[in-house]
């Protein structure tokens, strides 16, 4: 459990990682709703948005895991599920 549980961790940190590469590398240019000017509509913005919510899913992924794997450590208890 602990070998799966290590590979959804990275490989949910090295996507989280890519896709924000990808999101600073394709589109620099675009601010957040935050801003006081009309949100312009088009699909920049939406892609932009698509992809954003890729990368923090991946990184609450990753940290979950990661917090998961942590607990599993410091308790070291074996457990009716390891044994198995």
């Not at 090295?14 to 896709?19: E, K, R, S």
């Not at 923090?56 to 940290?63: E, I």
């Amino acid at each position: 459990m602990k070998r799966r549980l290590t590979f959804v961790f990275v490989g949910s940190a090295i996507l989280a990682v890519a896709l924000a590469l990808f999101c600073n590398w394709y589109f620099p240019d675009l601010v957040p709703l935050a801003s006081t000017e009309p949100a312009p509509t088009s699909w920049r913005l939406d892609a932009a948005f698509a992809v954003s919510t890729l990368r923090w899913t991946a990184a609450f992924v990753a940290a979950a895991s990661a917090i998961a794997l942590m607990f599993m450590n410091v308790t070291k208890g074996s457990t009716e599920l390891e044994g198995r």
